[in-house]
């Protein structure tokens, strides 16, 4: 039998966290042969709360579940993991500045990342979906020299599963038979849903997504908005933010980090810029990676026309102006 994996889950008391503990005792993000360890942190407000989480997780009886740790200790939450989803995050409340928030979270992080780099597993793989995303993984990133910048990524999957999933409504075909869609650049409504390279499987083989869509005008304007304020329309329908889907794309994105991509298939995932297709280094920036034997590397040799070149910048220029605001903090 294998080794049990542990994984990390912070905010874990939150509604994310509430859909995504029993996504992973199910195997949905390791695998379904894959036993595991919940290591389940919050703060303490929400402590009784976790506890409650507790409970349900010892009821459901899951059989891949082979212990759980509930703490608002950061580093027994820490301790041994392997795998560590950063939902925990200080939320912008009303008439809050943006320099408020990041400087909370600033704080978060940097302590996060301490604990992390002292106490995780070797090689440990880290995951951050709370907002400001790729801005809260540079500073783990900064925190945690010793870990890999390889190992610190963010979540942007659940942008690319939407853009499949606006494809596949509007060309009435299985999400499962499109892909290589590409969120590129930050987790924010700068971010840019590119469809340049997207195919849709058919009985004719794979055809692009433009040539089925024969629509450019929806492509460039429509698609790329709802991509971009999804996560608004789903407040304003809900009155509360996208919990569920963000739970299950955050396992999508640990699952294919760990498990590997399949043959032709590339996803969004946040990760640390090596200046590929001119985004500056050193940011935190979403582009199509594959990974295979636990590593992701970004796909090469993409075409890029001028419309996309505008977009790309322009998200990279609003990380870049994150990172300076988040570096203005920290002194
Ligand atoms: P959620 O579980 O709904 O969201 C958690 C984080 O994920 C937020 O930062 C949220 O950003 C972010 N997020 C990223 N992508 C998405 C997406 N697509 N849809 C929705 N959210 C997304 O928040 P809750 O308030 O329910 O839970 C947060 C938990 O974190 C609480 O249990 C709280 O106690 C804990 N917490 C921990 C802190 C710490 O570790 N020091 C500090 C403060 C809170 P956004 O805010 O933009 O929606």
């Not at 509604?15 to 503990?21: M, R």
């Not at 950061?74 to 925990?88: P, Q, S």
């Not at 999933?165 to 060309?171: A, D, F, H, P």
Request: hydrophobic share 40%; with cysteine; glycine share 6%.
């Amino acid at each position: 039998a294998k080794e049990p994996v542990r994984v990390l889950v912070t905010g874990a008391a939150g509604q994310i966290g509430y859909a995504l503990v029993p996504m992973i005792a199910r195997g949905v993000m390791l695998g379904t042969d894959q036993p595991v360890i919940l290591h389940m942190l919050d703060i303490p407000p929400a402590a009784e709360a976790l506890n409650g989480v507790k409970m349900e997780l010892v009821d459901a009886a899951f059989p891949l579940l082979k212990g759980v740790v509930a703490t608002t200790d950061v580093v027994e939450a820490c301790t041994g993991v392997n795998v560590a989803v950063m939902v925990g995050g200080f939320p912008r409340k009303e008439g809050m500045e943006r320099k408020d928030v990041m400087s909370k979270n600033v704080s978060i992080y940097k302590s996060q990342a301490s604990a992390l780099e002292k106490h995780a597993a070797a090689n440990c793989k880290v995951l951050v979906v709370a907002n400001p995303a790729n801005t809260n993984a540079l500073i783990l990133k900064e925190f945690a020299p010793s870990i890999s910048e390889k190992n610190i990524t963010c979540l942007t999957r659940l942008d690319h599963n939407r853009a499949l999933g606006q494809i596949s409504e509007r060309l009435s075909v299985q999400v499962s038979d499109v892909k290589n869609v590409i969120i590129w650049g930050n987790h924010s409504s700068s971010q840019y849903p590119d469809v340049n390279h997207a195919t849709v499987k058919t009985p004719a083989g794979e055809k692009p997504v433009r040539e089925l869509v024969k629509d450019d005008e929806w492509l460039n304007a429509e698609f790329i908005t709802t991509v971009q304020q999804r996560g608004a329309a789903i407040i304003k329908a809900r009155k509360l933010s996208s919990a569920l889907s963000a739970a299950s794309s955050a396992c999508d994105h640990i699952r294919d980090w760990v498990l590997g991509t399949p043959e032709g298939t590339w996803v969004s995932m946040g990760v640390y810029s090596d200046g590929s297709y001119n985004v500056p280094a050193g940011l935190i920036y979403s582009f199509p990676v594959t990974c295979q034997n636990g590593e992701w590397k970004i796909v090469q040799g993409l075409s890029i026309d001028e419309f996309s070149r505008k977009k790309l910048d322009l998200t990279a220029d609003e990380l870049s102006e994150e990172k300076a605001l988040a570096y203005s903090c920290l002194s």
